[in-house]
């Protein structure tokens, strides 16, 4: 499982953390029965309190996304029968999408060109699936 946070966000760091774990449980990069690390192991991994992660490793229990079982660890759930879920990563995509349109658009009204745009792309996912993998 690879989570990112940006300390100078004006996103909360809860918020960010849980947005990733439930974007990458609705998206299926975590399945069902993968075990998450440990409050405190992700705690100290991404340099944050204890009890930030878990709030937002209960939050996401509440949801039904994982089940932290006492002594045993957090695992991923399989996906909840009903669509919410579903509707909630297609509303999320299309959040992306949007945000993504305005950062091209910021891009382009700064002088960049296409191709300038296109090789930073490019290089970004490819250091993202270097460092998750």
């Known amino acids: 499982m690879y989570i990112r946070v940006e300390r100078g966000s004006s996103i ?16 299926g990069a975590l399945t069902p029965g993968d075990c998450l690390p440990s409050v405190r192991q992700l705690a100290k991994d991404l340099a944050v309190n204890v009890n930030t992660v878990f709030r937002v ?38 959040q992306y999408g949007r945000e993504f349109e305005a950062m091209i658009r910021g891009g382009l009204l700064l002088g960049m060109a296409p191709q300038e745009l296109r090789k930073i792309l490019s290089a970004t996912v490819s250091d ?3 460092e998750a993998s």
Do not use: H, W
């Open 57 to 94: 490793y209960e939050r996401l229990a509440n949801e039904g996304f994982i089940e932290m079982r006492q002594g045993d660890g957090t695992y991923v759930l399989p996906p909840k029968k009903t669509t919410q879920s579903q509707q909630q990563l297609a509303q999320r995509r299309d």
């Open 128 to 130: 993202f699936r270097a």
């Open 12 to 27: 909360p760091l809860s918020k960010q953390i849980d947005e990733q774990i439930r974007a990458q449980c609705l998206s």
